[in-house]
């Protein structure tokens, strides 16, 4: 179920020294878990969650640094909800369910994509950590194999959307042709084009060609543990938000 509210989202967004930590994936991934896992220190005291039907905050401190966590349900419809808590961010979460992502790759990347397209997280260089939850399951893919499998993926997904936006482009020059802001429709195409064009044209997609950093780590929320515990992505909560 969803967690009660700890931290208005007002009050997070207007913090002088904004450590938002956006938690963000798709759905059924388990970012409710680990949520619940970084609010609650005591393991023991997590409650048992499900698919969150509501954004949930909290203020915590986070290996001796203070930190608003944002767990974001990952059903289209939160997307604005997403986007707003992008704006503001200083890290994030990308959970990922590494049992299922064989059959739901594609809207996996999808989801990645408008996190790392996302105007703020280019220009401000948001660290972006990818947690491949449910490690404990059988069938759960490495976090090599779901680095490989998003990379090639949002390589497809690059190609298509730009196709996509050009052939949209190209409609709305056509009908405003005779308009005389055409230099300026031009430049503001360009800059879209680039804005939400990933990594280097010609080449083949990779995490690393991204001006911001991303990390992956294998996680398992059913045990309670990532691999080594939480204490990896704690540190990298605190590490980020130091920086």
Partial sequence: MAMAAGTSVS??????????????????????????????PNKNSVPRTQTSMSVNSALVHV???????????GHQKYGFDRDTHLSAARAILFVVDSAGIVHNIRSTAEALYEVLANEHVQQSEVPVMI??????????????????????????????????????RGSAMGSGA?????????????????????????????FEDLPNDVQINEASMAMGLGVGGLEPIKAWIAESLSA
Avoid at 28 to 40: E, H, N, P, S, V
Avoid at 63 to 73: E, N, R, S
Avoid at 146 to 167: F, N, T, Y
Wanted: proline letters at 3%; glycine letters at 10%.
């Fill in 63 to 73: 290996d001796g640094v203070q930190a608003h966590l944002v767990d974001i349900p």
């Fill in 178 to 206: 005779a308009a005389a802001g055409g230099d300026a429709d031009d430049d503001a195409a360009a800059a879209d084009r680039a804005t939400d064009y990933l990594g280097f044209d010609g080449k083949k997609f990779c």
């Fill in 11 to 40: 009050t997070m967004l207007s913090s002088k020294k904004r450590n938002l930590v956006a938690i963000t994936g798709p759905m059924g991934g388990g970012k409710t878990a680990l949520w619940c896992y970084l609010r609650f």
């Fill in 131 to 168: 947690v491949c939850n449910k490690q404990d399951d059988p069938s759960a893919v490495s976090n090599s194999q779901i680095k490989s499998m998003l990379e090639g993926e949002i390589d497809k997904l690059r190609v298509s959307r730009q196709a996509g936006l050009d052939s949209l």
